[in-house]
Every structure is written in structure tokens, then in C-alpha cells.
């Protein structure tokens, strides 16, 4: 696709075109242009937004996944708490938790138990 094809898929994306904003998130997600799917979804396309949580969620960016989960995308919280839970990171569970994610709560007790236990 020329970058001229492209300006005018995302022209059209803009101005209500579902067909042209599913055509770019198909390509954003084949290329893993995280840019691309952030600026769909910053528009709040729900497709750009999932496909972004996906990606992230498989490149362990913590960062993007961070951003959504703030802005009130659970599946990017649930992808943290899974991403926290492989690198028993109790740092960013402990941070899920006081922001009121029951999950993170909960893997958190139970690994703070098992190092209780470890240590006894």
C-alpha cells in the first residue's frame, strides 16, 4: 500500500467509513504498528482499542497496557494482572490493587502468602 493509498484509507477512517478503519487495524495489526491502532483508538474505535490490548499484551509492554487499563479498558487491566502475575511483579499487582482491581488483589494475597510460607 503507497503511502498516498494509506492517507486516504485513514481520510475516509476519519470521516465514518467502518470499512476503512477495519481495513487500517487489519493492516496496523499484520505490520504491529502500535501507532496506528493508539490513534484508532484514541478516536475510540473498540476494534483498534482490542487489537492494541492483543499486541501489547504479547510484546509485555506494560506501558500501553497501563495507558488503557486508566482509561477504563478492562481487558488491558486483566492483561497486566496476567503480564504482573508471570513476573510476580507485587509491585505493579500492589498498584492494580489500590486502584480497586479485585484480581490484582487477589494474586497478590496469594503470592505474598506463598513467600510468607517460603520464608517460614
Known amino acids: 500500500m503507497t503511502d498516498r493509498n494509506l492517507a486516504e484509507l485513514r481520510e475516509r477512517a476519519a470521516n ?8 487500517l487495524i487489519e493492516l496496523a495489526t499484520e505490520r ?3 501507532d496506528e491502532l493508539r490513534r484508532l483508538a ?6 483498534a482499542i482490542a487489537q492494541l490490548v492483543e499486541l501489547a499484551g504479547e510484546r509485555g509492554d506494560t506501558e500501553q497496557l ?8 478492562s481487558d488491558a487491566a486483566a492483561q497486566l494482572v496476567e503480564l504482573a502475575t508471570e ?5 505493579e ?5 489500590d486502584g480497586g482491581n479485585r ?3 487477589d494474586v497478590l494475597a496469594e503470592l505474598v502468602d506463598e513467600q510468607d510460607d517460603v520464608t517460614e
Open 103 to 105: 484480581d490484582a488483589a
Open 32 to 34: 504491529g504498528d502500535l
Open 16 to 23: 465514518g467509513d467502518r470499512d476503512a478503519a477495519a481495513e
Open 66 to 73: 497501563r495507558h488503557l487499563a486508566d482509561r477504563g479498558v
Open 93 to 97: 499487582l500492589r498498584r492494580l490493587a
Open 42 to 47: 484514541d478516536s475510540g474505535n473498540s476494534d
Open 87 to 91: 513476573r510476580a511483579d507485587l509491585s
